[in-house]
């Protein structure tokens, strides 16, 4: 992809410039190729699947093994980013898995730490224990702590990524929503309310609005209503981030999720202890119309699981956000070419509420599928073929 330099022309355009889109925009950039980068709000902003202070990352996968070396790579971006920046953006916190013995998510968790050497440890019920009194779990529970894993602060590393991709040259515009694009022998025309951009190669990246901006996935992707809360814990102290891990609970068909308090001197708000419900996904919604005022049930639900996981933890509730996840059926990404359109438009999406953690390798798995036609990762199990 030679370097484009007339008015409007670019070699690749980036429609969303959230997590993956901010990744895409700064590889692409650091790549030497021109690169616009669409945002329809700001950089950042609540209103999409990125806000709210904290996402955990981990690399011995439950989801599935496959996925271990993108992992590899993202912690590898990461630190390069973290170098690159001065910026700190990961916090080693470890992590604790709690959840019935036999149960798929935590065998596979030990098959990807098994496969690929990520240090886990097995602890049994008193060790436990005596490491996590925070925690009150039903006897037969497998607890597993894997202790590289942490949090990264997603609102931190979107202003690092598209800071760094302005350094290196990209151009950004926020608030400029992409209405149409279409595709044309060498390349895509995309229009905004005020502007038509050309370029070489599409990316797109819209998150919860990519049913919209790639029409034909609409059918592939269901995006749910994601509410997470900050508490005040009967004790602070027992669940600072030097004492309390980050974590996440599988009971009954059930997975809550959450973090350790992070001061709010290097973090800034929302205060207190963090969680949130992963699967079941919240109810079906839509980006523009999705209710983000927490209800009494949403947070009765967080609540009653506290009291009987963590006895400690709840007694009263400080904050409550809405967020969204974009789901495929399988709740595994999609990050292909639109098959239409040759290697020319290149998608990423359906991150199912387990994507942040990748950004910093899917950005650049974009820049090089967008600039060399493909990647160095095997990529098969997150094409659109699958669906097929
Ligand atoms: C509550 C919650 C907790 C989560 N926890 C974790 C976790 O612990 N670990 C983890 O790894 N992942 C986690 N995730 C998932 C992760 O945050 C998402 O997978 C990831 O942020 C998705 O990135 P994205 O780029 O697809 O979406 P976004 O970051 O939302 O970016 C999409 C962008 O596209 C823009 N856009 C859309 N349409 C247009 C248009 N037409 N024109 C211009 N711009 C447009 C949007 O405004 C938005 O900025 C969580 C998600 C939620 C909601």
């Known amino acids: 992809m030679a370097n484009s330099s007339k008015k409007n022309h670019y070699d ?20 030497g190729h021109s690169v616009l980068g669409l945002e329809q709000f700001d950089i950042t902003h609540e209103l999409g699947s990125h806000a709210g202070q904290s996402r955990i990352i981990r690399k011995a996968y439950g989801e599935a093994t496959v996925y271990v070396p993108l992992l590899q790579r993202a912690y590898e971006n990461w630190a390069a980013l973290e170098a690159e920046t001065g910026s700190q953006v990961f916090f080693k916190t470890g992590m604790v898995y709690f959840g019935t013995a036999n149960n798929p998510f935590l065998q596979t ?5 098994t496969q690929y050497d990520i240090p886990i440890n097995q602890l049994s019920d008193q060790e436990c224990t005596q490491k996590y009194p925070q925690f009150q779990l039903p006897n037969g529970f497998e607890r597993l702590e894997e202790p590289d894993a942490g949090l990264l602060t997603p609102e931190r590393c979107i202003l690092l990524l598209v800071q760094q991709a302005l350094y290196h040259g990209a151009t950004i515009k926020t608030k400029e929503k992409v209405v149409r694009w279409e595709h044309h022998s060498g390349g895509v025309s995309v229009t905004t309310a005020t502007t038509t951009y050309i370029a070489k190669k599409l990316i797109i990246t819209a998150g919860a609005w990519a049913r919209q901006v790639a ?34 609970i599988r009971n009954n068909g059930r997975d809550f999720y959450g973090f350790p308090i992070v001061p709010a001197g290097q973090f800034g708000g929302p205060l207190g202890l963090k969680l949130g419900l992963h699967h079941p996904g919240g109810e079906t919604t839509d980006p523009d119309t999705v209710d983000r005022t927490p209800r009494v049930e949403d947070e009765k639900a967080l609540i009653e699981f506290l009291n009987e996981f963590l006895p400690e933890g709840y007694q009263s509730t400080l904050s409550m956000k809405v967020c969204m996840y974009t789901k495929t059926p399988d ?8 098959p239409e ?15 942040f953690k990748f ?5 650049e798995v974009l820049a090089d599928m967008a600039s060399t036609g493909g990647s160095s990762f095997d990529l098969d199990f997150l094409s659109l073929r699958r669906f097929a």
């Open 12 to 31: 690749a355009i980036v429609i969303g410039v959230g997590s993956m889109g901010a990744s895409a925009c700064y590889h692409l950039a650091k790549q």
């Open 109 to 113: 968790v030990k098959q990807s730490a």
């Open 341 to 355: 359109y040759g290697n020319d438009v290149v998608i990423a999406t359906g991150f199912s509420g387990h994507g």
């Open 359 to 363: 950004v910093s390798v899917i950005g």
């Open 215 to 248: 029409p034909q996935l609409a059918q592939k992707l269901t995006i749910t209503r994601q509410p997470l809360a900050w508490v005040q814990p009967k004790n602070w102290e027992a669940f600072d981030m030097k004492r309390f891990p980050c974590w996440l």
């Open 331 to 338: 709740e595994h990404f999609v990050v292909d070419y639109l």
